[in-house]
């Protein structure tokens, strides 16, 4: 046939072509009907695509198969691209002749994918990935080049098929693949397959990360996937790619099991996503799974500062969103022991934040609130957090220090923390009343079981100590408004101390003289009575 140049095609306005009509027309079904509309005696002609798969690029491996005589060299670096644009010129053979097929011809080396290289699947997936967006139509392609690829994740070697394309656009391959790399196996590490997987974008990569959460492949290689591509891409990228990145792989994490993520790798993300400012939505998901594994955080972790604009020193308001999060993820089933190590982690955060004089009353009192009583076995932390924050905020009414000591647990404290507690001037009188009734039940512990019993119970302790509190709060009080000097307040405030610890004595003394009344008795109703400590002097 001879060839006559009367075609001119612009393609995308990256390059013209002059081609012959005819030619291309024989294997386009697409050009042939555009020309079969047309006069025969035209004879200039000029068609201009603006979305042609590939670009220049593509439309050339066209011409080449058209003027080859229906014959091109297939390999993976051009058969998605050949897809892409074979079917966009319609060069399958749907009515019978038998002209050579490009889409045909194609089918024929993804039917062995299986035996493609390593480095050809990955070719074939760069291409893919470059031209995804305007060539949807050979998606077929790109999920068997993911499906492929996934399998071969899964074997723990960077070793591949020894396979290649031919000229003949067949697959010529080592049927003894499978045993030559299995000795390759025993001494490689899953991990092998990270690096060359770096160049994915981010739409392809959540592509491919959901096709391996649907092939059940493991949750937590994946997850060290994603907390490496993160680190890896950071590297260069401008502060938009970087929040682009984080949203995908953020979105990404939550979707697989929470326990398969390491709280280092959250942690990370999560210190670069603070100054990047990306949306609510994504933040509230990181959070989530930060505070599901708030177990496996130290007081290092939490110590964040506050948000611009903000008085207080640290982030309060995370720390409680994240127990939030930890109790709620978690609400099906929590062990005793991960209970008790996010309470001993909040117990030392409290002791880090209540010598904060910005820190209000209501979001130290959330904090003490946060956790359910059972959490903890002892309660000595909490008051010691509490006894800094009414020093530090030594102005605070008498509600609000009701309200920062309501969560406090009198029977789990020790009997140190309940005669300092007894003795503690910034307490509310109401409080040192209740460590005073509870050291009475603890030392009546001590002697169970006898017939004796002693003579002041709880109400006689209240009442009494009601009664002379609020006479002894009177005179302090008309003696405070008289004073003039700082020194003179002092003064009031130590007498009003001296007296309370005064009374505690008296009361102490009359419970010693029950004490030795009853062991006295058991004394002489057995030989092998043993003598009960000194309790008090």
Known sequence: MEVCCDLEVDVNGEETFMVDKRILASFSGRFGKLFSKLNRNTRKLKVIFNDFPG???????????CYNSGKTKITSRNIFLLSSAAIFMEMGCDDGSRKPNLIDQIEIPLEEINY????GLLEALKQCQGLHSTADSSSFILDKVLHCLIERLGLPSVSSPCASFS???TLQFSRDFRNSVSTNYKH???????????????DLLDKVIKMMISQNFDHGLISKFLFYYQRSRFLGASPAEKRHITAVVISLLSLLD???????GLFEIFRGASSLSISKNYKSKLENLIGSQLDQATLDHLII????????????????RLVKAFLSENDNWLSISRLNKVASLIDSYLAEVSPDSCLKPSKFAALLRVLP?????????LYCAMDMYLQVHSGLCKEEKLRVCSTLNYEKLSTDALKHIALNSRFPSEIAVKSFINQHYKLRTLVPKTKSVLTINHLDVKEYMGEKADARHIFICSKQHNLSTETEKFEAQFQGMNWKMKELEKVCRIMQTELG?????????SKNARYLPKLCS
């Open 167 to 169: 000229d003949n656009s």
């Open 55 to 65: 670009g220049a690029e593509g439309f050339e491996l066209i011409t080449r198969f």
């Open 305 to 320: 500062r506050s948000p611009r604009g903000k008085d207080y020193a640290y982030d309060v308001n995370l720390v409680l």
């Open 116 to 119: 493609w290289t390593w480095p």
């Open 517 to 525: 009344n009853i062991t006295r008795t058991r004394l002489s109703t």
């Open 373 to 381: 009583d059972s959490t903890r076995q002892s309660h000595d932390g």
């Open 258 to 264: 929470k326990r398969s993520h390491s709280f280092k």
């Open 188 to 202: 490689s590490q899953k991990t092998w397959w990270f690096e060359d997987l770096l160049f994915l974008n981010v």
